[in-house]
């Protein structure tokens, strides 16, 4: 009965298999070719450089500092738009999504004349304090968090959504306070988007180059993440370049196992029994 | 006073509900009526989970709904079951029973022990460590009964809490649900589509129709003298309306019908199902009242079969399953029924 249909209906047309297989290769060839040219003798050589072994770390510690700030407003944000019913929730909603179409280098424009020595905030904020966030550490966690947020949102939203809302009359009817509900119900059921969208906001933040090198800049060990590195390794050191670009590609695929919703529901199962 | 007092006006586009309900302590309410009369918005709004346009609600002295007041859903001491049960999936049963308890902030331990007592009451207590995923639809409604009875309301709210399961499990459960409710010492609602419910369950019926009260009455009264023609045909009664004089009614939509019951006036005239007789050609006999007509739908009815029919604006006839067999009985089957004189009840309407 399940059979695919396929077999009955003649063999696939030349005409559609050849340009489908140049197409899988094209996608293919490069990462092939990365793994070939990576020198792997020097692999490990390498990656105890101190360029790469800064980039790395620095890599890892503004990822991981825009992931809470990304968790710590993506939440509440994703359930606003979820479950409060205001004027202009389009709107917000559509502000959210903008950065995920924005070229990241526009992005790290519009963030310099926000934060900028001359920005609509940076301004009075160095005036006042003499806090300049540009070209800073801060900055490239800024950055991060720009362009990795709107992944989280639209995925805790989406699964905020996808609860049966009649859980929150449920809880009402039993007593709950709604911060209760959100905590107690909400939260825990939306369990499987909010561990997507963290897992995509933290691979959106670690390949970031664009936006990161217009507001952030490209500091050897405050503003050089890995794919600033890679970007300047190009130039002078090719292997090191390599061996960060492997680095990341195995991170994506990493990132691609996770997401399987085999993963996910084995994990939600996991901390719901904890 | 009552222990629930309460007059609910909702208003939507095009449809109002306008519903009175008074009920003491340890009553029981039936709420029956079509699908859109407005049972499940009057049980959401006694809830507080859809505001009032008008009117209050009154529950054991509070006042929760009035001219200036509005108690939140979660300070209502109400407790409610649903027809798709709506246990939290993450959750233990012993988990859902107790959070409740656990939301009013009583510790967790306290909580689940009274939890587990509700489940022991139900007879799902093994089953205190379970998720709903891994329960059957009768233990995950029986785990929905204690959970809403754990957080100790006054009124008990339930939403036709037997009608997505499977038969044999609905008889038993409903059994069971009538002895908890007995023991309830606040006021049940109960919406229910199943006469069953509503004999078996309920001390009172209240009957809804088009956005208003039709008719509130004990069991018995509803079942002998249905105010709707949905009631009648839920509690399983023909009711014909029409004019009588002396022992002849003209019915209101053609015909006549003879009775044994003298009367004067506008009348409804109630037959059981059983009393209806089927033939395939006009019948002979002494019955009097009769009628030509084609069969709408036939179904199972416990014993019987239930054939409904285009005749006298729908009527209802339970035959056997070896006659319904015998006349070869289908949708669109033509078939003469006939009742006689003696079976008809004869109601003056008021």
Request: hydrophobic share 50%; with cysteine.
């Amino acid at each position: 009965m399940s059979r695919p249909p396929g077999a009955a209906l003649g063999r696939p047309p030349a005409r559609l298999l050849v340009p489908a297989l140049l197409g899988a290769g094209f996608l293919a060839l490069p990462l092939v070719a990365l793994l070939a040219r990576t020198p792997w003798s020097d692999f490990l050589h390498e990656l105890t450089s101190p360029a790469v072994r800064d980039a790395m770390r620095l890599s890892l510690e503004t990822s991981l500092a825009a992931l809470v700030l990304v968790v710590a407003v993506g939440v509440p944000l994703a359930w606003t738009l979820a479950r409060v019913d205001f004027p202009g929730r389009t709107v917000v909603r559509a502000l959210v999504i903008v950065p995920l179409v924005l070229p990241p280098v526009v992005g790290g424009v519009a963030l310099l004349s926000a934060f900028g020595r001359q920005g609509l905030v940076g301004k009075p904020l160095e005036q006042a304090f003499g806090i300049s966030l540009p070209f800073t550490t801060a900055a490239v966690v800024v950055a991060h968090t720009f362009v990795s947020l709107p992944f989280f949102v639209l995925s805790v939203e989406g699964a905020l959504r996808a609860t049966d809302r009649e859980y929150d009359v449920v809880a009402a009817t039993l007593g709950a306070s709604r911060w209760t509900t959100f905590r107690t119900v909400s939260l825990p059921l939306a369990g499987p988007g909010l561990l997507a969208g963290l897992v995509l906001a933290w691979a959106r933040s670690l390949g970031e180059f664009g936006a990161t090198i217009t507001f952030a800049g490209n500091y050897p060990g405050t503003t050089r993440t890995m794919p600033n590195a890679i970007y300047v390794a190009l130039q002078s050191d090719p292997e090191a370049a390599l061996v960060l670009g492997v680095i990341l590609l195995l991170v994506s695929v990493a990132v691609l196992a996770l997401l399987r919703e085999r993963w996910f529901d084995v994990a939600v199962q996991g901390s719901v029994r904890a | 006073m009552s222990l629930l007092d309460a007059h609910v006006v909702v208003r939507r586009p095009g449809y109002t509900l306008d519903v009175r309900v008074a009920a003491e302590r340890g009553d029981v309410l039936a709420v029956i009526g079509p699908n859109g009369a407005g049972k499940s918005t009057l049980l959401r709004a006694l809830a507080g989970v859809v505001a009032l346009d008008e009117g209050h609600v009154a529950c054991d002295g509070e006042t929760w709904d009035g001219p200036g007041v509005r108690v939140e859903a979660r300070h209502r001491k109400v407790g409610m079951v649903f027809q798709q049960g709506l246990l939290f999936p993450h959750l233990t049963a012993v988990g859902n029973v107790a959070y409740g308890r656990r939301s009013g902030g009583v510790g967790r331990r306290q909580a689940e022990g009274e939890a587990q007592a509700w489940l022991d009451r139900l007879g799902v207590g093994e089953l205190a460590g379970r998720r709903p995923a891994g329960l059957s639809g009768g233990q995950a409604q029986r785990v929905a009964i204690a959970r809403a009875l754990a957080a100790r309301p006054r009124l008990l709210l339930l939403d036709e809490p037997l009608s997505a399961l499977d038969v044999s499990v609905a008889m038993s459960l409903r059994l069971e649900l009538a002895r908890h409710l007995a023991d309830f010492d606040g006021v049940a609602l109960l919406v229910t589509h199943d006469a069953l419910d509503a004999m078996t369950v309920a001390n009172r019926v209240l009957v809804l129709d088009d956005g208003g009260v039709a008719q509130v009455g004990t069991p018995a009264e509803v079942a002998r003298r249905p105010a709707t023609d949905h009631v009648a045909r839920l509690v399983g009664l023909n009711v014909l309306r029409g004019n009588s004089e002396g022992t002849t009614i003209r019915l209101r939509d053609g015909g006549v019908l003879v009775s044994t019951t003298t009367a004067r006036g506008a009348v409804s005239a109630c037959f059981p199902p059983s009393s209806v007789t089927l033939t395939v050609g006009e019948p002979g006999g002494s019955a009097r009242n009769r009628w030509a007509g084609r069969v709408v739908s036939v179904a199972p009815h416990g014993e019987a079969v239930r054939v409904h029919l285009d005749a006298a604006g729908g009527l209802i006839a339970d035959v056997t399953p070896a006659s319904s067999a015998r006349l070869g009985l289908l949708p669109g089957s033509e078939v003469w029924a006939t009742v006689k004189a003696t079976e008809i009840s004869v109601y003056p309407e008021g």
